[in-house]
């Protein structure tokens, strides 16, 4: 039996490339799915491929390490960029396009418009850590479906903060594409799978597992009906008070559309969190409406190469 090579997908590589491949595609009846990323693919932004695979003729995946939503002191030049493997990933994964443009590609110079999102909702919370974040975001995502015209766009629900822009975004500027928002894969010990987790040693990365296991329990009590913010909070605190090397810089429940903190937690709200190790910054979320249990096994702490394949691309 000969096994079929799987196609290349398209590479692209400017806007104006990727924006006529669009218009031909859209002429020819297709419906597209767009999916951002910054590249150093894994088994989170595979399911995003996937599902975009699943419900659209279309799937064009973008990989730009976006400059202007990184801080000064943030990681941009160590950021990992593995293209090449990316590549053979989306490749399997059946994308039609990939596009990869430079910086100068997206951002010419003479580039003079930024986008901001208004209110609380850009200045909290992440906005709050990382000052300018958000109006970085909002750029190169009004960028990016300018030039796509996708009919769905799809994010990860671990960027909660990203999802609740991208939407007011896509509300106020009527750009009338699906935003589709894909519940968080994460590595078996119950990590949420981050492109930043290759800067995690083994035992940073053990410490790290205090994040799952805080959500994990905040969900089981939410499960049992506890509805006090504080009450789910506490049990969040205590875990991560177990990690040392761990510093918290927040953790809250908000509303999922608005992000507003909420003191009663319900349905439509979720607890986000942030947190540092070893100048890693570390993100994740829990849905509290969403059927979604950071499994923790207790049993071992799995490295990242070690894990077993449960979240396998
Ligand atoms: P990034 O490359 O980090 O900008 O992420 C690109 C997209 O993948 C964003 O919509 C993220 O929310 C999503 N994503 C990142 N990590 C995960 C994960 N563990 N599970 C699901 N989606 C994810």
Redesign the pocket.
Request: a neutral charge; proline letters at 10%.
């Given at each position: 039996m000969t096994s079929t090579p799987t196609p290349e997908p398209l590479r692209l590589l400017t806007p104006g490339e990727l924006h006529n491949y669009s218009r031909s595609q859209i002429a020819a009846g297709r419906r597209i799915g767009l999916v951002?990323?910054?590249?150093a693919l894994h088994a989170?932004?595979a399911?995003?491929v996937r599902r975009a695979r699943d419900e659209c003729d279309i799937v064009i995946v973008s990989i730009f390490v976006n400059p202007t939503q990184f801080g000064a002191a943030e990681d941009l030049d160590r950021y990992p960029r593995p293209l090449a493997d990316d590549m053979a990933l989306l490749a399997s994964l059946g994308a039609d396009a990939v596009f990869t443009p430079d910086a100068a590609a997206m951002y010419p110079p003479g580039s003079a418009t930024t986008v901001s999102v208004g209110g609380t909702l850009t200045t909290t919370f992440e906005g709050a850590l990382r000052p300018g974040h958000f109006d970085g975001v909002a750029l190169v995502v009004s960028k990016l479906l300018a030039a796509a015209i996708p009919d769905s766009v799809y994010?990860?629900a671990?960027?909660a903060q990203?999802c609740a822009v991208v939407r007011r975004l896509i509300t106020d500027l009527n750009l009338g594409c699906d935003m589709v928002v894909?519940?968080?894969?994460r590595d078996a010990d119950g990590l949420?799978?981050?492109?930043r987790n290759v800067y995690l040693d083994a035992a940073s990365r053990r410490q790290a597992l205090a994040i799952p296991r805080g959500l994990a329990a905040a969900h089981d009590l939410f499960a049992a009906g506890e509805r006090q913010a504080a009450v789910l909070l506490a049990a969040v605190r205590a875990e991560l008070d177990s990690s040392p090397d761990l510093h918290l810089d927040y953790a809250v429940i908000v509303d999922e559309s608005t992000f507003l903190e909420v003191t009663e937690a319900g349905l439509k709200s979720q607890i986000v969190l942030a947190a540092r190790i070893s100048d890693t910054h570390l993100i994740d979320v829990l849905r509290l409406g969403a059927d979604e249990t950071p499994a923790v096994r207790q049993d071992s702490s799995p490295v990242r190469g070690e894990a077993p394949d449960v979240a396998g691309v």
């Open positions: 951002p990323t910054m590249g989170g932004h399911s995003l994010f990860g671990k960027d990203q894909c519940p968080t894969v949420a799978l981050s492109s």
